[in-house]
């Protein structure tokens, strides 16, 4: 089947779109990655996304304006990917939507919520479309996060020794594979969430995130302002669990640096890079991580890396790239697989990486032009992910 995976993580900048060939073959799921193309959110619609995000208030007309403005931006994206992708041919679309709340209750997640209306998406493309996909995990006892677990274990269950997949989006995921035990994944914290707010804030807006690390590579790390930050309680929990900007934000930052007065812009990137490799090292070393494998946005960061490979000396890293996983398009071309294992009535959460009480199947689909018609249910869950380029 063709499939189109649509993802905006917590950064809000832009929209992935990824497209794929996959099918089941036994206990393989094979995947052909197709390509990918990003398309950054409107100006507007941007602006519309980040003052509605906590702490600020909102209204529910707001809300409504939002599911519509991002619903079509998703839709644009789908027919774009649809024409350019996979030559007007393709089965269905998954999309993930744009998270503007992760309600997280004394470390048990009680809802969750994605915008970005699906019926956009199947009238632009007259395709189904599989979202909402973490709200079962979450009424299941699981965080709904991180959900790419699934097929972050495919894809390490064949590495020797403990392996890991790390993405680095607006929050740092982490998925561990070890011989003889059950796949453990969790938010390590934030990666580029209070980097990008510090960045907005700094330059009044005129700038969205830290380019190539230049701002942290000039700075110096407050070892009080880490001090501070690392004492956050989030850190301590035990995994599985799950955070988001709901925590990680602006308003957050400026408490901390209230009491750590005094500092240079470059000097605050510098703590924040090293907080999320800090935060991703104790994570590794915990669980005896010997490699780890990275994508998202923040694998382009130069300096939040070499603060990874100083901290982690004896772990090796490696891109999603090397697996055939293309680092930018991870998350979608995941969600892709998510979707399809929907389709074949198959669960797409791993128990032990969200906390839920059982593997549940995900998603709500929203019908397209034609007739919904879904195949046979397959026999059993995929042990193993082969990638074909």
């Not at 992760?102 to 970005?116: A, C, F, Y």
């Not at 380019?211 to 000039?218: F, T």
């Not at 929203?366 to 193993?384: D, H, M, Y």
Request: with cysteine.
């Amino acid at each position: 089947m063709r499939v189109i995976g649509l993802m905006s993580g917590t950064s809000y900048d832009a929209i992935e779109a990824a497209a794929a060939d996959l099918g089941l073959d036994g206990d393989a799921l094979h995947v052909r990655p197709l390509g990918h193309l990003s398309l950054p959110y409107p100006d507007g619609l941007r602006g519309l996304i980040a003052s509605a995000l906590p702490p600020a208030a909102t209204t529910v007309q707001a809300v409504c304006a939002l599911d519509t403005g991002i619903g079509r931006a998703f839709a644009t994206a789908a027919e774009r990917a649809l024409h350019e992708l996979c030559a007007d041919t393709a089965d269905f679309v998954v999309s993930h939507g744009q998270t503007l709340y992760h309600w997280v209750d004394d470390g048990s997640v009680r809802g969750t919520l994605q915008l970005g209306q699906p019926a956009w998406i199947a009238e632009r493309t007259g395709l189904p479309v599989v979202s909402d996909l973490r709200s079962k995990d979450v009424a299941a006892g699981g965080q709904g996060a991180p959900l790419v677990s699934m097929v972050d274990s495919l894809l390490l269950g064949a590495l020797p020794g403990r392996s890991a997949a790390l993405n680095l989006g607006g929050i740092a995921n982490i998925t561990i594979v070890a011989p003889d035990t059950e796949p453990l994944a969790f938010d390590t914290g934030p990666a580029n969430a209070l980097l990008d707010s510090a960045v907005r804030h700094f330059t009044n807006g005129a700038a969205h995130y830290d380019r190539d690390g230049r701002g942290a590579a000039a700075g110096r790390t407050s070892p009080d302002l880490l001090h501070r930050l690392l004492a956050d309680p989030y850190y301590r929990r035990p995994a599985p669990k799950s955070t988001g900007k709901e925590h990680f934000h602006l308003s957050y930052l400026q408490q901390a640096l209230q009491a750590t007065p005094g500092l240079g812009a470059d000097d605050v990137l510098a703590t924040l890079t090293r907080l999320t490799a800090v935060t991703v090292a104790d994570a590794c070393r915990d669980h005896r991580v010997t490699d780890l494998v990275v994508s998202g946005g923040g694998a382009h960061n130069p300096t939040l890396m070499r603060m990874l490979a100083e901290e982690l000396p004896d772990v090796r890293m490696r891109s999603s790239d090397d697996f055939g996983l293309p680092s930018d398009a991870k998350e979608a071309l995941a969600f892709a697989v998510l979707g399809f294992l929907t389709f074949h009535g198959l669960p797409g959460t791993i128990p032990s990486s969200t906390g839920a009480r059982q593997a549940t199947l995900l998603g709500s689909i929203t019908p397209g032009r034609a007739p919904l018609r879904l195949p046979e249910p397959a026999p059993r869950s995929p042990r193993v992910l082969r990638i074909t380029v």
